[in-house]
């Protein structure tokens, strides 16, 4: 990013190549909306080359691309406020990989969906750090930079998530 500051544009597609994926993966799983994700995601790459004098570099790259994405994302639901969206579960069968047998498909498609319905109950703030922690696997201390709070609260919080997670998927799953 800093050669991109620097003028060097064509760096920035190796920066799309290099994080696109798991920056679309996770305003996906904030909005569950294909089409508003992949919008978002080039967004977010637009940001970063019309604010790109902004980067200082003393920090890791990713922690300032999801600050910027957090911004995006948060603009996108000023605009769009509507109920959750339906979860497609197409979008999440590379997650889901594995046997070909039908019932053995079936049983993880049923178990992911039973997850995703969990994770879109939680709030957004703990949704968000769920996807930050355990999608993205950011550590604490890059979400904490993110969230601008201390690596002890981004634990308890994450932790705290967690349990909810786990109680909301018992009670679906019953």
Do not use: P
């Amino acid at each position: 990013m800093l050669k991109v500051k620097a003028g060097d544009l064509d760096k920035m597609g190796l920066l799309f190549e290099r994080y696109h994926r798991s920056l679309y993966g996770f305003l996906f799983h904030m909005t569950n909306q294909k089409e508003a994700s992949e919008d978002m995601t080039q967004n977010v790459f637009y940001r970063m080359l019309k604010y790109r004098n902004a980067f200082v570099g003393d920090g890791e790259f990713r922690t300032w691309m999801y600050h910027l994405a957090r911004n995006v994302l948060n603009d996108h639901a000023k605009k769009n406020i509507r109920n959750k969206a339906q979860y497609d579960i197409k979008d999440f069968e590379e997650r889901i990989g594995g046997s070909t047998l039908a019932d053995e498909q079936f049983e993880k498609e049923e178990e992911l969906n039973m997850l995703e319905k969990a994770l879109g109950s939680l709030s957004t703030e703990n949704r968000e750090l769920l996807i930050l922690s355990r999608y993205q696997e950011l550590s604490y201390q890059e979400i904490a930079k993110i969230l601008d709070t201390t690596e002890g609260a981004i634990k308890v919080r994450v932790h705290r998530a967690m349990g909810q997670l786990k109680s909301i998927y018992f009670k679906i799953n019953v």
